[in-house]
């Protein structure tokens, strides 16, 4: 009869003097770090895990991928003032038809 190994599933580490109890994944094979969790939907252990963005191509919604929406958001900003500029300059500028 063949024996099964089954890694511990609570392994507690000593960082600085504080005790960080890590979670085995079983997926993964690796003991996770505090505040990760497993995203079924890329099958991978996820840091800061929140949900997955329809707007951007599914993927997990977290710290490297704020840096991406929040440089989408500046650039949509300066698109924004950069339009309503154009369009009060245009209207200052544009003869109105009933002047003589």
């Known amino acids: ?3 099964i190994f089954r890694t511990p599933l609570f392994m507690n580490v ?3 003097g504080v ?3 890590l979670k085995y994944c079983d997926t993964c094979h690796f003991y996770r770090p505090p505040r990760t969790s497993h995203c079924s939907m890329c099958n991978r252990c996820i840091e800061n895990f929140d949900h997955h963005c329809p707007w951007v191509k599914q993927l997990c919604w977290k710290t490297k991928i704020t840096d ?3 440089c989408f958001l500046m650039w949509l900003s300066l698109h924004i003032i950069l339009t309503l500029a154009l369009c009060i300059y245009q209207c200052a500028t ?3 038809l009933w002047s003589d």
């Open 94 to 96: 544009v003869n109105p």
């Open 14 to 16: 000593n960082i600085k």
């Open 1 to 3: 009869m063949k024996m």
């Open 68 to 70: 991406f929406f929040f």
């Open 19 to 21: 005790t960080v109890r």
